[in-house]
């Protein structure tokens, strides 16, 4: 039989299988390999026990979700204050799933800087992002967002105390998922929501419900991939001179020529990001599995070239390998 997880608690396992839950445990082979059961896979089930994960659609660590259809990146527009490189963030780290994304701006109700609303239209709605300002608390606003949800199966993240959950209840009166006030949250330093959960929110509608979290650093890719989680920067990089341009104060950067048509708060993100690879760069070095030997020009352009005799692994790059290493280690 196929199911669909639609929670995890501890060791129970409870299964979509054709509209009835089952709860299950796990195959003990399973528990022993890399890729664990996440919320949103698709499983083989025998007499009550997990025997196979079948292949994902998509998949993203934090939150740890598979087969999503879309990432809803939510923010407060106040309390908490806005954080945009919080945001960019969040929608960095789902571009680098290769996740399609939404943005939902809660609490429309409260006063904010009344600015804020035009700067965010302006950044990234020019980037092509559907935007959507709510307040679950006065319903405004969540017709819209129905209907970016409609037919999908959406996962809701963002920090804790932004209101996710207070947006799949308000989406549908007869959910009452448990929320909290951001200052009680604060005191005692919790998280309301603490598992993943698929909500069905109505027959078309499924929304994953995701505990907040804050600490995604990008201290696992090297520092020249950072630019492609930025589509207003990667679209300059072909031109730049050299191929491993980092788009810091390189001579014939394409990036640094168009920077006034780049946001300064994205531009900033994406340095800080950059310095977070590094850190990774260096651990690679640290580990001798990765050496930078020497420069070659390949089509006119400047190449680091990694020497053969330095790469390790046979077929794959330390760097492939490395990758890999950080999808299959889900357990966090
Ligand atoms: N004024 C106002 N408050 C809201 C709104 N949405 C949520 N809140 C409040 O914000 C607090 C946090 O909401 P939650 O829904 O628990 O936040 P969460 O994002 O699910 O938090 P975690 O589960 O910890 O990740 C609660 O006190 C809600 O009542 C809104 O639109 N306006
Ligand atoms: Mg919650
Ligand atoms: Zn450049």
Redo the contacts with the bound molecule.
Sequence with gaps: MHGQIYKIYSDSYFVNIGGNIVSCKIREVLKKQKTSVVTGDFVEVSADVITKILPRKSFIKRPSVANVDQIVV?S?L??PDLDFEQLNRYIAFAKYYKIPIILCF?????EFECVLQNKIEEIYGDLGYKIAF?????KRGTEYLSKLLKGKLSA?C??????????I??LNPDIN??????S??LSRG????RHCEIIQVNAETRII????FSNVKFDFILPKDVDYLFEEIYKYKNKCKYSDCLHINETGCEVLKNIDNIDHTRYESYLNFVKEAFEYKEKVKYNGKKTETHNKLHNNKSVVKISEKKRQGGRNTQKQKLYREFENNENE
């Design positions: 939510v407060a106040k309390e809660n609490k429309e109700d409260l709510t307040s679950a608390k006065e809701l963002g920090n804790s105390g932004v209101g996710k959950s207070s947006l209840n308000s998922l448990r929320t909290q006030e951001v009680e949250k919790t998280h309301t929501t419900d995701t505990p907040g």
